[in-house]
């Protein structure tokens, strides 16, 4: 009777110490989001070098040597999904490949009608392109949003519609080393569908807590096949 007692309350220890130390990390980023956006003067080379120096060193330590990839890689991207300013600088050295992403300043004005949000929803296989320029895949069952990446990874959210042309993906697991370091259990994620061009949808996202407001293409795989 012990030991079924004790195996349950093990797993729930490793949860909250796994989920202690998500929590601190966070906390560490939000730290270096507020260092990186101070120092926006300076130039490159020094606005990293002082989040090396205050930040990524002292975090680092605490962890062994065999430690240290999966560290600095969850610090990346995590950093990047917390971090507005980041990701702008990031954009800015590195701008998306083609014209499948924008970065918008406000909203636009929503032109899609009843009847394409009934398409999009009567439609279970999705694809856009990534900003390095690769194509994922997007498999819906009306509850559940799959993508599936180029290098046969795949991520699952939860699909939830929140109003006529509004929906929210909830981030559940990844096997995708970006996806699983940029997102934790119980992120989400806001959309908002535009308007619908040819074969693709334009769709806006937002993290919430955050301005940055970005629109992408959603191509609709059943129509791409028709044409």
Same mark, same amino acid.
């Given at each position: 009777?012990?030991?079924?007692?004790? $195996? @349950?309350?093990?797993? $729930?220890?490793?949860?909250?110490?796994?989920?202690?130390?998500?929590? %601190?990390?966070?906390?560490?980023?939000?730290?270096?989001?507020? #260092?990186?956006? =101070?120092?926006?003067?300076?130039?490159?080379?020094?606005?990293?070098?002082?989040?090396?120096?205050?930040?990524?060193? &002292?975090?680092? =330590?605490?962890?062994?040597?065999?430690?240290?990839?999966?560290?600095?890689?969850?610090?990346?991207?995590? $950093?990047?999904?917390?971090?507005?300013?980041?990701?702008?600088?990031?954009?800015?050295?590195? &701008? &998306?490949?083609?014209?499948?992403?924008?970065?918008?300043?406000?909203? &636009?004005?929503?032109?899609?009608?009843?009847?394409?949000?009934?398409?999009?929803?009567?439609?279970?296989?999705?694809?856009?392109?990534?900003?390095?320029?690769?194509?994922?895949?997007?498999?819906?069952?009306?509850?559940?949003?799959?993508?599936?990446?180029?290098?046969?990874? =795949?991520?699952?959210l939860l699909y939830t519609w929140l109003g006529k042309n509004k929906f929210e993906l909830e981030f559940i697991? =990844?096997?995708?080393?970006?996806?699983?370091?940029?997102? %934790?259990?119980?992120?989400?994620?806001?959309?908002?569908?535009?308007?619908?061009? #040819?074969?693709?949808?334009?769709?806006?996202?937002?993290? @919430?807590?955050?301005?940055?407001?970005? %629109? $992408?293409?959603?191509?609709?795989? %059943?129509?791409?096949?028709?044409?």
């Amino acid at each position: 009777m012990k030991s079924k007692i004790l $195996f @349950p309350l093990l797993l $729930f220890s490793v949860f909250i110490n796994a989920q202690n130390e998500l929590d %601190k990390t966070d906390k560490i980023i939000d730290e270096m989001c507020l #260092n990186f956006k =101070s120092t926006e003067n300076l130039n490159d080379s020094l606005r990293i070098e002082s989040l090396t120096q205050k930040f990524i060193l &002292p975090y680092l =330590s605490q962890f062994s040597d065999s430690d240290y990839e999966n560290k600095i890689e969850n610090l990346y991207f995590r $950093f990047q999904k917390r971090c507005e300013y980041f990701r702008d600088y990031l954009q800015r050295i590195s &701008p &998306p490949q083609g014209e499948n992403w924008m970065k918008l300043n406000a909203k &636009p004005e929503i032109k899609v009608s009843d009847k394409e949000i009934n398409q999009f929803k009567n439609n279970s296989n999705f694809y856009y392109f990534e900003y390095s320029g690769e194509k994922t895949l997007v498999n819906t069952d009306k509850k559940y949003w799959t993508e599936i990446f180029e290098d046969g990874t =795949s991520s699952k959210l939860l699909y939830t519609w929140l109003g006529k042309n509004k929906f929210e993906l909830e981030f559940i697991e =990844s096997n995708n080393n970006t996806r699983k370091n940029f997102s %934790k259990k119980g992120d989400k994620y806001f959309y908002e569908i535009i308007n619908k061009e #040819n074969n693709y949808y334009w769709v806006i996202v937002e993290i @919430p807590g955050q301005s940055e407001i970005l %629109k $992408f293409k959603l191509f609709n795989e %059943k129509l791409n096949f028709l044409h």
